[in-house]
């Protein structure tokens, strides 16, 4: 199985059993080869009423993580999702912000661009994970 991004093992603050984290692999069959027909910066809607939102899926404290769609265009059908490598930057208050993109395309053109980002908090002391959700399937995108 490939994973979105390594996640700690001491990471799952979930309550409800039904939701976890999904693969690289999972979250591409469940878009590849549907077409986004509805969107605004925070979701996109595929012909077969699939909702991806972008969420903090884990923090503690005061870390926190989420994002935004970008650049999105409507009635072209996914044929392939890509996850970016994490940005990490350190403020001078000690706290790193991770940043990641994760590009959906249809052919070699990109159409929709989900920015994602999470910080770890006053100090650097908590940590967050910032994930593309599909129902209760959480697919980590970027972490701090």
């Known amino acids: ?13 979930w309550g409800s059993k039904d939701e976890r984290y999904g693969s690289l692999e999972e979250l591409k069959e469940l878009l590849l080869y549907k077409r986004i027909v509805k969107w ?6 595929l012909e077969d009423g699939t909702k991806v939102t972008i969420e903090e899926s884990e923090s503690d404290c005061c870390a926190s993580a989420g994002g935004e769609f970008k650049d999105v265009k409507l009635d072209a059908v ?15 208050w000690g706290t790193t ?3 990641n993109t994760v590009t959906i395309y ?4 990109p159409i929709a661009l989900a920015e994602c980002e999470a910080d770890d908090g006053n100090g650097g002391y908590y940590y967050s994970i910032g994930s593309l959700v599909i ?10």
């Open 1 to 13: 199985m490939t994973k979105t991004i390594e996640i700690p093992d001491w990471c799952s603050m």
């Open 40 to 45: 605004d910066k925070d979701y996109i809607e």
């Open 78 to 92: 996914i044929t392939d999702v890509k996850i970016g490598e994490q940005v990490k930057e350190e403020s001078d």
């Open 97 to 99: 912000t991770s940043k």
């Open 106 to 109: 249809h052919n070699q053109n």
């Open 135 to 144: 129902g209760k399937i959480h697919f980590p995108v970027v972490e701090a």
